[in-house]
């Protein structure tokens, strides 16, 4: 599969915790970005983080990038209610902006 | 940031008929624009690949008779769905690539939920 592949599935934490949510992918990619997606809404970019990049912020959110380990991870910190909502790594590769492959997606619930 | 917007956001239709979905960037010019599908609770899968005045590139497993792209202007692609069956049935996301400030990025409409029955 060229998808990638996030850990966990689901994930329900309390207001106030920390979210983390991994990524993995199988081949060589130029960029990775975050997207949130809520129910059967259409896709906000969260974040992107380019394949020369190892750590990158944005408000609340934190992406780390592993190209050794073909592995990313984001991280919501003091997550509140209306941080749920599914989230989906992306990679994307060769010169074609936009062409993306997806993962399957973090199902996060946060509990007020 | 731009927009793009989709249309209709929802539809329902018979088995047989077809259906077009237009994705249009409101506010940018899209050289290039992608269509996604969504199935519940699944992630998104590119479909193909849209160029302005050019013949769309297909992904592997998609039928390109059976989803029939065009993308006439800079603002508008349009996907049409022939003979849909029940299997049909998915959210189809488009987004379009274009550059505002010298940069390029992609922008993602919002979706048109299809129901065939």
């Known amino acids: 599969s060229q998808q990638g592949e996030e850990d966990p599935q689901a994930l329900s934490i309390q207001e106030g915790e920390n979210a983390t949510m991994n990524c993995s992918y199988k081949?060589?990619?130029?960029?990775l970005q975050w997207y949130r997606q809520n129910s059967g809404r259409g896709l906000v970019h969260l974040i992107l983080?380019?394949?020369?990049?190892r750590e990158k912020h944005s408000g609340r959110l934190r992406v780390t990038l592993d190209t050794s380990k073909k592995s990313s991870s984001l991280l919501i910190t003091a997550s509140r209610a209306a941080d749920t909502a599914s989230y989906f790594c992306?990679?994307?590769?060769?010169?074609?902006?936009?062409?993306?492959?997806f993962g399957r997606g973090t199902q996060l619930t946060v509990w007020p | 940031g731009a927009v793009v917007s989709q249309h209709p956001s929802w539809v329902i239709c018979k088995s047989g008929t077809s259906v077009k979905i237009e994705c249009r960037s409101l506010d940018f010019q899209a050289t290039t624009m992608f269509w996604y599908r969504q199935f519940p609770k699944q992630s998104l899968m590119l479909m193909a690949t849209?160029?302005?005045?050019?013949?769309?590139?297909?992904e592997q497993g998609v039928e390109k008779d059976k989803f029939l792209i065009n993308h006439a202007s800079l603002t508008l692609s349009t996907l049409t769905v022939t003979s849909a069956h029940p299997e049909d049935s998915s959210f189809y996301i488009c987004s379009g690539v274009g550059g505002l400030g010298g940069k390029e990025t992609q922008y993602f409409g919002p979706g048109t939920r299809l129901l065939v029955l």
């Open positions: 081949t060589s990619i130029n960029n």
């Open positions: 849209s160029n302005e005045g050019s013949k769309a590139t297909y």
């Open positions: 983080i380019r394949s020369n990049e």
């Open positions: 992306a990679t994307g590769r060769g010169s074609t902006l936009g062409r993306l492959y």
